[in-house]
């Protein structure tokens, strides 16, 4: 028998095909479609690793495969700097689009300070939530907690989740300073209520051991700084009491963020809203405390032992998207928050075991310090079947990631100082920025086209504890990065006008 089909039904049914076709499956709420097309972003940053520290930029002592692969199957970017040559700046500016430089406590910070970042700022998460984003912090924080006099034994507020994380599993501060326990959504995780925490920089508790006084306790011995409070055997930066239960296996930090980066991700794939996680990752940081998979593995030392660590861990974590089904729905941002330090305060043979690496490549100077190789760091973005493998010299700075993600979403919503670089983060334009000032501990300098200028600075070349030259000078000093990467001579002498012209511009900019 023949089906009579009556030809109302068929342009219905085609009706619904091409409308199909035209909007994707449309809900009643019109919002959700629209959140649904939106990437996820993955931001990776590490802690110190410089810019010759991957095989992809240059390092052949070492071999990042993971690393590499972001960089060669994404935009590797050449020309990319965090906005400091120093932890606390550099974050603050990444998720506020601010300059480090107009916040007076954006400084290294010690593990009680206050939050840096006000509960009213806006930040990239904050912005992000404005179009259904959902949230999550993994990894190293140190943007401060609290309001000051922070109680570590009840929820400490405010924090990563009242300036826009929905999800917060982070250190305080850097793995040398103390507390050295994880928190959760404001909790210490792990604490039990009879062994309460208590945490001081300025003085010990009464009878509690210190790198200095107990060397007998110590398993890392301490170079410069890192003698005050003795957790696991190493001697960290400021004191602390009791919380014994909660306090971090050094040689698991690794592993146990990875879990917490994973099972965001897992939790996340299949929801309605897309999410964005900022995965700060500890490594290459000190103290470097390889898991004992990696112990050896570099022929480095722990420096390098870490630095294959994060690699692995970076590996693992794009896997995770790939078995969640969500690989060519997220855009992965790569980068360094400032450059590479070998001895950072502890005997562990960075220096001694460095042979032929070179951490900065050919660039002058590294962290603390105002030369290229403080503040230009590795930089990849990586959107499986979105962004085409390419190499951009287009100047950055992690500052403009802020703009460039509210464009990629949708939103309106501006920061001072970040500009919108969305195309050249695509590889679609090596348009990049004309100028941009630079940071090392409060000390600016302006980067404007090929050319740095730094102003005379106080202070002595070379910081001899961590073996640095910071860039301090009582002249001025004019490099041209193009022919001149290593910023070997100084032509302000032979370049007056240029030196006149970036010096009235400086003052411009910074308003001094
Ligand atoms: C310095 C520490 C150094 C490191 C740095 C912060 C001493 C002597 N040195 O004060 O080891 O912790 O602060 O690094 O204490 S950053 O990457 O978080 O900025
Ligand atoms: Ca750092």
Same mark, same amino acid.
């Given at each position: 028998?023949?089906?009579e089909?009556k030809?109302?039904?068929?342009?219905d049914?085609?009706?619904?095909?091409?409308?199909?076709l035209?909007?994707?499956?449309?809900?009643?709420?019109?919002?959700?479609? !629209?959140?649904?097309?939106?990437?996820?972003? /993955?931001i990776?940053?590490?802690?110190?690793?410089?810019?010759?520290?991957?095989?992809?930029?240059? %390092? @052949?002592?070492?071999q990042? &495969?993971?690393?590499?692969?972001l960089a060669n199957?994404?935009?590797?970017?050449?020309?990319?700097?965090?906005t400091?040559?120093?932890c606390?700046?550099?974050?603050y500016a990444?998720?506020?689009?601010?300059?480090?430089w107009?916040?007076?406590?954006?400084k290294?910070l010690?593990g =009680?300070?206050?939050?840096?970042?006000?509960?009213?700022?806006?930040?990239?998460?904050?912005?992000?939530?404005t179009?259904?984003?959902?949230t999550?912090?993994v990894?190293?924080w140190?943007?401060g907690?609290?309001e000051?006099?922070?109680?570590w034994?009840?929820?400490?507020s &405010?924090? &990563?989740?009242?300036?826009?994380?929905? #999800?917060?599993?982070?250190?305080?501060? =850097?793995?040398?300073?103390v &507390?050295? /326990?994880y928190?959760?959504?404001?909790?210490?995780?792990?604490?039990?209520a009879?062994d *309460?925490?208590?945490v001081?920089?300025?003085?010990?508790?009464?009878? +509690?051991?210190?790198g200095?006084d107990n060397?007998?306790?110590i $398993?890392?011995k301490?170079h410069h700084g890192?003698?005050?409070?003795?957790?696991?055997?190493?001697p960290?930066?400021?004191?602390m009491?009791?919380?014994?239960?909660?306090?971090?296996?050094d !040689?698991?930090?690794?592993?146990h963020?990875l879990i917490?980066?994973?099972? #965001?991700?897992?939790?996340?794939?299949?929801e309605e809203?897309p999410?964005?996680?900022?995965? %700060?990752?500890?490594?290459?940081?000190?103290?470097r405390?390889?898991?004992?998979?990696? /112990?050896g593995?570099?022929?480095?030392?722990?420096?390098g032992d870490?630095?294959?660590e994060?690699?692995?861990a970076?590996?693992?974590?794009?896997?995770?998207?790939? !078995?969640?089904?969500i690989?060519?729905n997220?855009?992965?941002?790569f980068?360094?928050?400032?450059?590479?330090?070998?001895?950072?305060?502890?005997?562990?043979?960075?220096v001694e $075991?460095i042979?032929n690496? $070179? *951490?900065a490549?050919?660039?002058?100077?590294?962290?603390?310090?105002?030369?290229?190789?403080?503040t230009?760091v590795p930089?990849?973005?990586?959107?499986?079947g979105?962004i $085409?493998p390419g190499?951009?010299?287009a100047l950055?700075s992690?500052?403009d990631?802020f703009?460039?993600?509210?464009?990629?979403?949708?939103?309106?919503?501006?920061?001072?100082?970040?500009?919108?670089?969305?195309?050249?983060l695509m590889? !679609?334009?090596n348009q990049?920025?004309e100028e941009?000032i630079?940071?090392?501990t409060?000390?600016?300098?302006?980067?404007?086209?090929?050319?740095?200028?730094? *102003?005379?600075y106080?202070?002595?070349a070379?910081?001899q504890?961590?073996?640095i030259e910071?860039?301090?000078d009582?002249?001025?000093?004019?490099?041209?990065?193009?022919?001149d990467?290593?910023?070997k001579?100084?032509?302000?002498? @032979?370049?007056p006008e240029?030196? +006149?012209?970036?010096k009235k511009?400086?003052?411009?900019?910074?308003?001094?």
């Open positions: 028998p023949s089906i089909v030809p109302c039904l068929i342009r049914l085609f009706a619904a095909i091409f409308f199909t035209l909007f994707g499956c449309k809900n009643e709420n019109t919002g959700q479609t !629209e959140k649904r097309m939106l990437p996820n972003i /993955v990776i940053y590490l802690d110190d690793l410089g810019y010759g520290d991957l095989s992809a930029y240059g %390092a @052949t002592e070492l990042t &495969p993971n690393m590499d692969g199957e994404g935009m590797k970017f050449t020309n990319t700097y965090a400091s040559a120093t606390t700046p550099s974050r990444l998720l506020t689009g601010i300059y480090p107009r916040n007076e406590n954006a290294i010690p =009680t300070a206050p939050l840096l970042i006000g509960v009213d700022q806006m930040t990239v998460p904050k912005m992000l939530k179009k259904g984003y959902h999550g912090i990894g190293k140190h943007l907690l609290g000051g006099n922070v109680d034994n009840q929820r400490v &405010p924090g &990563p989740n009242e300036v826009g994380f929905d #999800y917060a599993y982070i250190m305080a501060a =850097t793995q040398d300073r &507390p050295t /326990v928190i959760e959504n404001g909790l210490v995780v792990g604490l039990e009879d *309460p925490i208590l001081e920089y300025d003085k010990n508790f009464e009878g +509690e051991p210190t200095l060397p007998e306790l $398993k890392m301490w890192h003698n005050n409070s003795i957790v696991n055997g190493i960290r930066i400021g004191f009491k009791g919380g014994e239960k909660a306090k971090w296996v !040689e698991d930090m690794a592993d963020f917490k980066a994973q099972e #965001y991700i897992r939790e996340r794939k299949n809203n999410f964005f996680l900022y995965f %700060a990752m500890q490594q290459p940081h000190v103290p405390t390889p898991h004992p998979r990696f /112990v593995k570099s022929g480095m030392g722990p420096r870490v630095i294959l994060a690699d692995w970076i590996g693992e974590l794009l896997k995770t998207l790939e !078995e969640a089904g690989l060519e997220t855009m992965v941002i980068s360094s928050d400032n450059g590479p330090v070998l001895n950072d305060g502890y005997y562990d043979e960075a $075991k042979g690496h $070179k *951490p490549g050919i660039l002058r100077g590294g962290k603390y310090s105002l030369f290229e190789a403080g230009k930089f990849m973005t990586y959107w499986k979105k $085409k190499v951009s010299d950055v992690q500052l990631l703009a460039s993600l509210s464009k990629l979403v949708g939103s309106d919503i501006a920061a001072e100082d970040s500009k919108d670089m969305l195309s050249v590889g !679609e334009t990049g920025r941009l630079l940071e090392a409060t000390k600016t300098a302006l980067r404007s086209g090929d050319y740095i200028m730094i *102003p005379p106080q202070g002595p070379v910081n504890s961590v073996n910071l860039g301090n009582i002249e001025y000093q004019l490099y041209n990065l193009k022919s990467p290593g910023q001579n100084n032509i302000a002498s @032979t370049e240029m030196l +006149e012209k970036l511009r400086f003052e411009e900019l910074r308003g001094i």
